[in-house]
Each structure stands twice: as structure tokens, then as C-alpha cells.
């Protein structure tokens, strides 16, 4: 019996690790596509990084849903530095992009 339930909570965790991996991934690969559809565009690249990250929105939710809740997780607070972080990253991605093609 002590087996089975080692069993059935080790399966919980590879299963709940597996789908914040996928709903990682959809994130990532939706940030991926927003960069490669906006970054020919001559707009401020700040607002670009915005839009992108507000597409995706749906998938960072996904993603904090899907993440356990520990003692000292915040959502909203996680939520707040991911966006922030990955705001960053996508805007580096854009002005990279922009020093070797430039608008006209």
C-alpha cells in the first residue's frame, strides 16, 4: 500500500513537471513567433517587446497556473518578474535584430 501511494505521488510529480515543460515551451515558441513577425517593423522596439509580451499573455498564464504554489510563491509577483524578464529578452532580441538591419 505504502508503495502505491510512493507511486501514485512520484506519477503526480513527473506529470505536473511535464505539463509546466509544454506550457513552457508554448510560451517560449509563442514569443518566438511574435519576435519573428514584428521584428522588420520600424516601431520603437520598447513597444514592440509590449505587444509581443501581451500576445503571448495567455500562455504565461497557462504556464503560473500550472506551476505548484509553494510557501513563498507568489503568482502575482512571479507573473510581474517573468514579464519583466522576458520584456528584456525580447526587446535584446529586437535591437540585436535592429543593428544588423536597419529601418529605412
Request: aromatic residues 2%.
Given at each position: ?66 506551476m ?25 532580441l ?11
Amino acid at each position: 500500500m505504502k508503495a502505491m501511494l510512493c507511486l501514485l505521488v512520484m506519477g503526480a510529480t513527473i506529470c505536473t513537471a511535464g505539463a509546466e515543460t509544454t506550457k513552457r515551451e508554448a510560451f517560449e515558441a509563442c514569443l518566438g513567433a511574435g519576435i519573428d513577425r514584428f521584428k522588420g517593423l520600424c516601431e520603437p522596439a520598447d513597444l514592440l517587446a509590449r505587444a509581443i509580451l501581451f500576445e503571448c499573455n495567455p500562455q504565461l498564464t497557462d504556464l503560473l497556473i500550472s506551476m505548484p504554489l509553494g510557501p513563498s510563491n507568489d503568482r502575482v509577483a512571479l507573473a510581474e518578474k517573468h514579464r519583466r524578464d522576458k520584456t528584456e529578452e525580447v526587446l535584446t532580441l529586437l535591437l540585436e535584430h535592429r543593428l544588423q538591419h536597419p529601418c529605412r
